[in-house]
């Protein structure tokens, strides 16, 4: 028995090719139950997401179940090998269960620290659960992989500070005001990076929005979009009285935003804390604003050196994760290789009852004399001679099982007593 993954990710292969491969949600019970009917494949459970697709089976032969899920892909995908196969992975035991404890504690995240894979990782268990593709292996497995994610991010700093401009920008508010929940925050233009920072303030609690665009139209459209209002863009200065963020990214060839205008909004505001962020390329803000109390104005170059300083300090808690990876590893294996111990022990019952039972019946066979109780008597006191027997090596073959090179040892006992060979004694 081993467990595998076959996969692709951000790494090793480009969008258009993990596009072709993905599982959508309402599609992963349906491709489950199939590739469960692929010969080999006893337990399977599959992590799609935009960064990865991943095959996780368990299986008689590693090497057989590569093939077959290669294949696999390929059908269902409806392109050929060789599209993809320049960009798949493949991991046996212990390195695969290795594999899907770093994924969910977010180490191998294009993001290091990521906290939404965890979420991604239980939502493909969850379904490989509905779909009934998981036997007692895998959902040991990944129930493991979750507990390992809780343990890295509760013994380490591997998810702290954000790590995009975006996100920085939130946590940078949160410190000035806490709590968001009743903050409104203006938007002035329309581009990419100021959206993509609004849709984090408002995920975060925001209370209320203000669009502002040098085409109205735009303004109103975004205000529609994100439940808010429209304002004009000569109307901005008038705004900095009322809201507490303001993103700015407009294409102006001068600020649009100055230190006078703040300085006017702050005394109608008494002072109330206010938080700038200048996206543009040149400044919308005049730098100078920053010399006002309780005004704190923000930058493209200060998010990003926020943002990089924190993952730098992730990168630095990466040795401690692996640590604790190696740890569950270690246990996990252990545990397998006990399952693993559950055959040959039973095998290894079975052989020496054989013997007890034959023995005893051929001496019984000899003394017709004896009576029914003396045989009872005979038969449970053998019964009590093997189970003593076989006390002392049944727990060493558990203690055995959980080393590392467990399977071989094994191997050797049932090699040694012949347990493959169906009790049949060599000539």
């Not at 035991?93 to 969910?104: C, K, L, M």
């Not at 490989?128 to 013994?155: D, I, M, P």
Request: proline share 2%.
């Amino acid at each position: 028995m081993d467990i595998v993954v076959v996969g692709l990710n951000h790494r090793s292969a480009p969008l258009e090719v993990r596009e072709k491969l993905a599982v959508g949600k309402s599609r992963l019970c349906d491709v489950l139950r199939e590739l469960k009917q692929e010969t080999c494949v006893w337990e399977c459970v599959i992590v799609s997401t935009c960064n990865r697709v991943e095959v996780y089976v368990v299986a008689e032969q590693g090497d057989d179940s590569l093939e077959i899920v290669k294949e696999f892909l390929s059908r269902r995908s409806g392109q050929p090998r060789e599209f993809f196969e320049g960009g798949i992975y493949f991991r046996e035991q212990p390195e695969s269960v290795g594999h899907i404890f770093r994924v969910a504690s977010g180490l191998d995240a294009m993001m290091v620290g990521e906290k939404e894979i965890v979420c991604q990782v239980k939502e493909a268990y969850e379904k490989a659960v509905e779909a009934a593709s998981v036997g007692t292996v895998l959902n040991a497995l990944f129930q493991r992989a979750l507990r390992v994610s809780k343990r890295v991010r509760t013994e380490t700093r591997i998810d702290a500070g954000a790590v995009s401009v975006s996100s920085a920008a939130v946590e940078l508010a949160k410190k000035i005001f806490g709590d968001l929940s009743d903050r409104t925050v203006l938007i002035v233009g329309a581009g990419q990076a100021s959206e993509q920072t609004l849709k984090h303030l408002l995920d975060d609690g925001a209370g209320s929005i203000v669009a502002s665009n040098r085409s109205y139209d735009k303004a109103v459209e975004l205000a529609r979009t994100y439940g808010g209002r429209a304002v004009r863009l000569d109307d901005c200065a008038e705004e900095l009285a009322r809201v507490d963020i303001v993103i700015s990214s407009t294409a102006a060839p001068r600020a649009i935003i100055r230190k006078d205008q703040l300085r006017k909004a702050m005394w109608r505001r008494r002072n109330r804390p206010i938080f700038l962020i200048d996206i543009a390329v040149p400044r919308d803000i005049e730098p100078e604003v920053n010399e006002i109390d309780n005004v704190y104005l923000y930058n493209m170059e200060d998010l990003k050196e926020i943002a990089e300083a924190n993952l730098r300090k992730r990168r630095q808690e990466v040795a401690k994760c692996e640590r604790i990876v190696e740890q569950e590893v270690s246990s996990f294996m252990g545990w397998l290789n006990s399952l693993q111990a559950a055959p040959v022990i039973r095998k290894l019952h079975e052989r020496f009852e054989a013997i007890r039972s034959e023995e005893l019946e051929r001496a019984v066979s000899k003394l017709p004399e004896l009576s029914d109780e003396t045989r009872k008597k005979l038969d449970a006191m053998t019964r009590r001679m093997v189970k003593k027997l076989l006390h002392l090596p049944t727990t060493r073959i558990k203690r055995a099982a959980r080393q590392k090179n467990g399977a071989l040892g094994l191997g050797l006992i049932s090699n040694l007593f012949g347990l493959e060979e169906n009790g049949k004694e060599e000539e």
